[in-house]
Structure formats: C-alpha cells, structure tokens
C-alpha cells in the first residue's frame, strides 16, 4: 500500500498573507481561498474536473494549505520547504528578493561553511534556499 504525499499543511495568523506570499515565492496559483484556509497549487495544475488514473494521480504536484492558529511560533520546525534555484538563475539576487519581500535570515545552528542559506518566511518559518541545480 502506499499513499499520495497531497498536501503540506502549514500554521499561521494571516492565512490569506501567508498564501499570497508563498504564492509569489514559488509562482503557484490560489486554488481555494476562505478566511480560515488557502490552498495554492503549481500554475500547471489543471483546474478543470478531472478524474485521474493512478498514475496521474501520483504525478499529481503537491499543494501547500494555510491554515489559522493562535499560538505563536515558539521553536525551530521540525518539518520545512527546500527550495533551489535553477543553475540558469543567480541565487544571490533570489535570496534578496525574499528578504526585500519580507522573509528574515535565521540561524538554525547551520556552520558557515554549509551550501545553503537559512531563511524565515514573514511568520517565522523556516525555510531553506538550496544550491543552484538543474535537477
């Protein structure tokens, strides 16, 4: 037996916020939005009523749901979103758009010798910014 990874669900305070930017960040699309849940998909994610075959279904892309908490973020993720630019894009220049966007640099304990960079999205969490790579 195995299971379709579907969905990752993160925490916030400001659902709508918090799926715009991630939204912009990895060039998704809105799927669903209400005032205690947004779901953003790839753009190549067809919208229109389709029942998948099996295959289909497992090359189905991952969505990420915002959804409402109270609490405040307290302590390092145990779970976060790897993302790589592309070895035709300047890492450097996607890094700082983040941070001109709102996301802050964090240290998780990473050794300054490490080939990624710790960042926060605007609620605190954690991601990282990989290496350049073409696969």
């Given at each position: 037996?195995?299971?379709?990874?579907?969905?990752?669900?993160?925490?916030?305070?400001?659902?709508?916020?918090?799926?715009?930017?991630?939204?912009?960040t990895l060039d998704y699309?809105?799927?669903?939005?209400?005032?205690?849940?947004?779901?953003?998909?790839?753009?190549?994610?067809?919208?229109?009523?389709?029942?998948?075959?099996?295959?289909?279904?497992?090359?189905?892309?991952?969505?990420?749901?915002?959804?409402?908490?109270?609490?405040?973020?307290?302590?390092?993720?145990?779970?976060?979103?790897?993302?790589?630019?592309?070895?035709?894009?300047?890492?450097?220049?996607?890094?700082?758009?983040?941070?001109?966007?709102?996301?802050?640099?964090?240290?998780?304990?990473?050794?300054?010798?490490?080939?990624?960079?710790?960042?926060?999205?605007?609620?605190?969490?954690?991601?990282?910014?990989?290496?350049?790579?073409?696969?």
């Amino acid at each position: 037996m195995s299971l379709h990874w579907y969905t990752i669900v993160i925490d916030c305070h400001d659902v709508a916020a918090q799926g715009r930017w991630w939204a912009e960040t990895l060039d998704y699309k809105i799927v669903y939005e209400a005032e205690d849940e947004v779901a953003i998909v790839p753009p190549w994610v067809d919208d229109e009523a389709h029942v998948a075959t099996d295959a289909e279904w497992r090359r189905t892309s991952q969505a990420l749901v915002f959804v409402p908490v109270e609490e405040g973020k307290t302590v390092k993720n145990r779970l976060h979103i790897d993302l790589a630019p592309h070895k035709t894009q300047d890492r450097d220049a996607e890094i700082a758009t983040l941070l001109e966007r709102g996301a802050t640099r964090v240290d998780v304990g990473q050794s300054d010798d490490v080939t990624w960079t710790v960042l926060a999205d605007p609620e605190g969490n954690e991601f990282c910014v990989l290496s350049a790579r073409d696969r």
